[in-house]
T-cell receptor, first 115, second 120 residues
Framework: GNSVTQMEGPVTLSEEAFLTINCTYTATGYPSLFWYVQYPGEGLQLLLKATKADDKGSNKGFEATYRKETTSFHLEKGSVQVSDSAVYFCALSGIGGTSYGKLTFGQGTILTVHP | EAGVTQFPSHSVIEKGQTVTLRCDPISGHDNLYWYRRVMGKEIKFLLHFVKESKQDESGMPNNRFLAERTGGTYSTLKVQPAELEDSGVYFC??????????????????FGAGTRLSVL
């Protein structure tokens, strides 16, 4: 079945540091890949997505590239801010059978950014 | 436009009691999903409604869980009787229907804030 392995945290950075959160996946075919973010006290929000190989998703300074050859979708940001402190989830949506639409998530990575 | 709303935000019950969680999806969204995150682990899929029909309920843990979506609008998830291991955060998400199941996987799912269930 589908699975997502996400870099374990927590991750603690200083403001303006470079961020990488690793995400690799196992799936049949060509899944869509997502990064969701959960800010304190809020629900999950879509941060970015990519629907085919070599696509780059980007939003709010975050980027992730769909790498089929390495089955990866690593999240990066060049300069983090205190307001980026949140829990980040990598997820995929597969195809085939009855799996249309349902998301498979990684474990989540807690990011804390200090001033 | 209102987002996905879930009630209650937090529920504390004793083992053996019944709890009903409610989810109001974004108006017009045919697809409704339930997920659960237990004790800081990964978020896991429970089930998927298309309108009022259960498309996929492969993630439901056992028959103590009953989900309904009467009329294809809001949905309820009932746990009866609750056990300690049911504690966690229950998320609901919705996405628009496309009329073509082959592209459902591209649709973005919009999540509610979740219901934190504590079974004591």
């Amino acid at each position: 079945g589908n699975s997502v392995t996400q870099m374990e945290g927590p991750v603690t950075l200083s403001e303006e540091a470079f961020l990488t959160i690793n995400c690799t996946y196992t799936a049949t075919g060509y899944p869509s890949l997502f990064w969701y973010v959960q800010y304190p006290g809020e629900g999950l929000q879509l941060l970015l997505k990519a629907t085919k190989a070599d696509d780059k998703g980007s939003n709010k300074g975050f980027e992730a590239t769909y790498r089929k050859e390495t089955t990866s979708f690593h999240l990066e940001k060049g300069s983090v801010q205190v307001s980026d402190s949140a829990v980040y989830f990598c997820a995929l949506s597969g195809i085939g059978g009855t799996s249309y639409g349902k998301l498979t998530f990684g474990q989540g990575t807690i990011l804390t950014v200090h001033p | 436009e209102a987002g996905v709303t879930q009630f209650p935000s937090h529920s504390v019950i004793e083992k053996g009691q019944t709890v009903t969680l409610r989810c109001d999806p974004i108006s017009g969204h045919d697809n409704l999903y339930w997920y659960r995150r237990v004790m800081g682990k990964e978020i896991k899929f429970l089930l998927h409604f298309v309108k009022e029909s259960k498309q996929d309920e492969s993630g439901m843990p056992n028959n103590r869980f009953l989900a309904e979506r009467t009329g294809g609008t809001y949905s309820t998830l009932k746990v009866q009787p609750a056990e300690l291991e049911d504690s966690g955060v229950y998320f609901c998400a919705s996405s628009p229907g496309t009329g073509r199941t082959s592209v459902i996987w591209k649709n973005i799912q919009y999540f509610g804030a979740g219901t934190r269930l504590s079974v004591l």
